[in-house]
């Protein structure tokens, strides 16, 4: 069974840093994409990032690229998402996703597996 955890949401100072971690099981971690998403309450969900397992290749949104870093631990199989530079509009609750082979997207549609989500909130 294919399972994803997010952990390391929080509340956070505006310009302070988290980094999220999706811990992956049920299959073999590289040979998938890997996607991080946001949804904000009465927002649509946003893609903010992805990585290709297979080759390490990233992609980031236009409106985090400069303050996000994907990374992907075999070892563990586990994604990081390193953020820095917090704003308060970066609160949401914030997904990881899969797919398996090597392309890598930020769109929301192209992934089967999902996990729960963990809650970031960015205070002023």
């Known amino acids: 069974e294919v399972q994803l955890v997010e952990s390391g949401g929080g509340l956070v100072q505006a310009g302070g840093s988290l980094r999220l971690s999706c811990a992956a099981s049920?299959?073999?971690?590289?040979?998938?994409?890997i996607g991080w998403f946001r949804q904000a309450p009465g927002k649509e969900r946003e893609g903010v990032a992805c990585i290709s397992s297979n080759d390490g290749r990233t992609y980031y949104a236009d409106s985090m690229k400069d303050r996000l870093t994907i990374s992907s631990d075999y070892a563990k199989n586990t994604v990081y998402l390193q953020m820095n530079s917090l704003k308060p509009e970066d609160t949401a609750v914030y997904y990881c996703?899969?797919?398996?082979?090597?392309?890598?997207?930020?769109?929301?549609?192209?992934?089967?597996?999902w996990g729960q989500g963990t809650q970031v909130t960015v205070s002023s």
């Open positions: 049920g299959f073999t971690f590289d040979d998938y994409a």
């Open positions: 996703a899969a797919k398996g082979g090597k392309i890598a997207t930020i769109l929301s549609w192209w992934y089967d597996y």
